[in-house]
């Protein structure tokens, strides 16, 4: 168990923080690298980007396996569902 003081943070916030983070660098990358007009640097933004999911997937991962970020499995009939619209046509 973690003990949390006044003004400090646990291991939960912190991986919470850190998870937050990520999602923001992700999201400014993806925007950089959409909006990109140099090949070399536009592959340079993507490279960080898949970076970036790598981390965000270990902390999601953490989180996950520790509770802290609980996910319910969908329906098969939902899966088939998306599957269908979005998929080409």
């Known amino acids: ?8 943070m646990g291991d939960r916030e912190m991986l919470a923080d850190l998870l937050s983070s990520q999602k923001q660098a992700a999201g400014m990358y993806n925007t950089f690298a959409g909006e990109c007009k140099c090949t070399e640097l536009r592959d340079t933004f993507l490279n960080l980007l898949k970076e970036e999911h790598q ?3 270990e902390l999601f991962c953490e989180m996950h396996s520790r509770g802290w970020y ?3 499995e969908a329906p098969v009939t939902d899966i088939s569902t998306a599957k269908q619209k979005f998929s080409a046509s």
Not at 3 to 8: K, P
């Open 1 to 8: 168990m973690t003990h949390v003081t006044a003004g400090t």
């Open 55 to 57: 981390i965000q997937s």
């Open 70 to 72: 609980p996910t319910k």
